[in-house]
């Protein structure tokens, strides 16, 4: 034992390298979020009052259907992240914060399937 | 151990609010607002997944007054959390500190979120004649 150094101690007992890994994961969400949020209200806009066949026509083609898919990816991702801190901050009781914090990582993991869901299957539909 | 009761920091009854801490907590808020307006893209998603039908319905719900002012209210949150969301990744960078700096950036938060949700509305408007 005494010839292991303190390094080897300290190896895989705390965070060394994945401390950041949720400001990390963050921002690089807002910065994917920037161009896919702005180009998607624009194509909003554009199909505002356009009837059900345009809407499904407009995301049968692959770039919209991948562009709509990292979107949503990353807006769910980035707000989990987002609301753990909000939920970390304000609430107190230890088991209501993790109950909470664990309950709104699965709905959000779950609305943003049920939008992947969506968006593929009019992708991949007739 | 016994736990004292120390004012707490900000005291928020005899804190006087300035831009710089409005648009924090804005930023918050709107980050909370939007993440439960995510239920609004995940409903429209699925009506046009379900079909024509659905989708008009949808259209028609989102289309109401009530829906506008719903929308109203996500796409100025959108923008708002874009712009300052920009202005922390400067911060992020180490850009921008000075207490004029700041100041200068939060003013232009506001002016600029509030530009592109008129701009996108009046867009909107025009792409549907004006109803």
């Known amino acids: 034992m005494k010839f292991r150094t303190p390094l080897a101690r300290a190896r895989g007992l705390g965070s060394a390298k994945a401390g950041t890994h949720h400001w990390w994961m963050q921002r690089l969400t807002a910065i994917a979020l920037v161009p896919l949020s702005l180009w998607f209200v624009a194509s909003l806009i554009s199909v505002v009052s356009a009837d059900h066949a345009t809407v499904i026509a407009w995301l049968h083609s692959p770039l919209v259907a991948i562009l709509c898919c990292a979107l949503i990816v990353a807006t769910f991702y980035h707000g989990q992240l987002g609301l753990q801190v909000v939920l970390e901050d304000y609430v107190h009781s230890e088991w209501l914060k993790l109950a909470s914090i664990v309950l709104m990582n699965l709905l959000s993991l779950l609305l943003a399937a049920t939008c992947l869901f969506a968006v593929l299957s009019i992708a991949f539909g007739s | ?131």
């Open chain 2, 1 to 131: 151990m016994e736990k004292t009761q120390r004012p707490l920091s900000p005291h928020l009854q005899i804190y006087r609010p300035q831009l710089t801490s409005v648009l924090s907590i804005t930023h918050r808020a709107t980050g909370i607002a939007l993440l439960v307006g995510t239920l609004v893209l995940v409903y429209w998603l699925l009506a046009a997944a379900s079909g024509a039908e659905a989708y008009g319905s949808a259209q028609q719900l989102l289309g109401s007054w009530l829906g506008r002012i719903v929308l109203l209210g996500f796409s100025f949150a959108l923008f708002f959390h874009l712009c300052n969301g920009i202005r922390h990744l400067f911060w992020d960078a180490g850009l921008g500190f000075e207490l004029k700096t700041a100041y200068a950036s939060g003013n232009a938060v506001v002016i600029v979120s509030i530009a592109m949700t008129v701009l996108a509305w009046g867009l909107a408007y025009a792409m549907r004649g004006g109803t």
